[in-house]
């Protein structure tokens, strides 16, 4: 049987993903289990024993916050929108 390499730096296991994200590794499980936008393992023995590219995860995380928090709007557009003094 082969056996899943350690910890590489460019891979992570579920509890790595979940030390990333601040969860626990049981809803990391679930994620991978359910979520259809969570990234598939890279490799893998069984649903406990996985591995999955830590830059596809990272990307994920980004993404997601993207998606929740909106376009980020700048500084200067923000300067503009704001009332000024003479007011």
Same mark, same amino acid.
């Given at each position: 049987? *082969?056996? +899943?390499?350690?910890?590489?730096?460019?891979? =992570? !296991?579920? #509890?790595? +993903?979940?030390? &990333? &994200?601040?969860?626990?590794?049981? %809803? +990391?499980? *679930? @994620?991978?289990? %359910?979520? $259809?936008?969570?990234?598939?393992?890279?490799?893998? &023995? !069984?649903?406990?024993?996985?591995? @999955?590219?830590?830059? %596809? +995860?990272? *990307? @994920?995380?980004? $993404? &997601?916050? *993207?998606?929740?928090?909106?376009?980020? =709007? #700048? !500084? $200067?557009?923000?300067? #503009? %929108?704001?009332? !000024? #003094?003479? $007011?």
């Amino acid at each position: 049987m *082969a056996a +899943i390499p350690p910890d590489d730096g460019k891979t =992570v !296991s579920t #509890s790595g +993903i979940a030390a &990333l &994200l601040g969860m626990s590794p049981a %809803t +990391i499980r *679930a @994620w991978a289990d %359910t979520r $259809e936008d969570f990234p598939r393992p890279c490799m893998g &023995l !069984s649903k406990r024993t996985r591995r @999955w590219d830590r830059a %596809t +995860i990272l *990307a @994920w995380r980004d $993404e &997601l916050r *993207a998606k929740i928090q909106g376009p980020a =709007v #700048s !500084s $200067e557009a923000q300067a #503009s %929108t704001a009332p !000024s #003094s003479n $007011e």
